[in-house]
């Protein structure tokens, strides 16, 4: 009988994962190498004292502080670049990509962060994998994101100062709608797993296609995280602080690493 050595088990994994995650040879996911932050989408406290911390892949954090201003919010994103931070990288329909964070959102003030997958048309604000803390919502809206609620769903909730693990995952399939692309929400929070399963997206307008595809995320989008703060009018001490550490990012039609792709499959070959 034929032995399968380990070696040879994991380049069998590692040929069929990425046969089966790049359906016809489709272009690849963009090669993330780092990062870069978007200040003051949304500027309506100009007198803020902003700070932030661009150490990626370890920790990003955006500081939003005297945020005594009138008026809602300010809006600071972060995104994954593959040219060195100069700008942000271009995610398309047929992009295959799994990525998370830890997030810690603490402050005086209250307001909403998380992780985002953006569309070609809101690619600075929309798409959000997003956490209040206003009520503790922990929610996936917007863009072309499939909507799905953990607050709703699973009854979990956001205590602000505390550190929740997000995890999304975007497939492409056949990009039809027998085949749509599908997300995947996760959560890791107080010790316990909880995912959305894997959500189809619906078909995008025609009227757009080309150039943006359809059932899918569309072509020309932005990944990565955001922190919108709300304001409190006549409070100098109110702010609120985004903190993303371990930050991980695979691209699934690229290399695929043994950790987070194969182990699994290795194991019920190799016996």
Known sequence: MKHITYFSAL???????????????????????????NERIFNDCPTSVLTTVNAYPGTISIDDQVLDCGGFA????????????????????????????????????????????????????????NVRTTDGEIAAFGGRLPFYSFTAEQGVTYTK????????????????????????????????????????????????????????????????????AFLQGGNPNAGLTAVWNEIKYLNLKGPISVEDGSFGMVKSLYR
Do not use: C
């Open 74 to 129: 300010n809006l600071h994103n972060w995104r994954f670049s593959d040219d060195g931070g100069a700008t942000a990288a271009v995610f398309n329909n047929d992009s295959a990509f799994k990525f998370s964070a830890n997030l810690t959102i603490s402050g005086t003030s209250d307001g909403e962060a998380g992780l985002q997958v953006s569309p070609w048309w809101s690619q600075d604000v929309d798409g959000r994998l």
């Open 161 to 228: 100062g505390t550190t929740i693990r997000l995890t999304i995952t975007y497939l492409p399939n056949g990009l039809s709608m027998e085949s749509p692309a599908t997300i995947e929400y996760e959560l890791l929070y107080n010790n316990t797993q909880y995912t959305s399963g894997e959500l189809p997206f619906d078909e995008g307008n025609p009227g757009e296609d080309p150039p943006y595809g359809l059932w899918g995320m569309l072509n020309d989008g932005r990944v990565g995280g955001h922190l919108q």
């Open 11 to 37: 380049a069998t994994v590692l040929v069929f994962v990425g046969t089966v995650l790049t359906p016809g040879g489709a272009s690849a996911s963009p090669n993330v190498d780092s990062a870069l932050i």
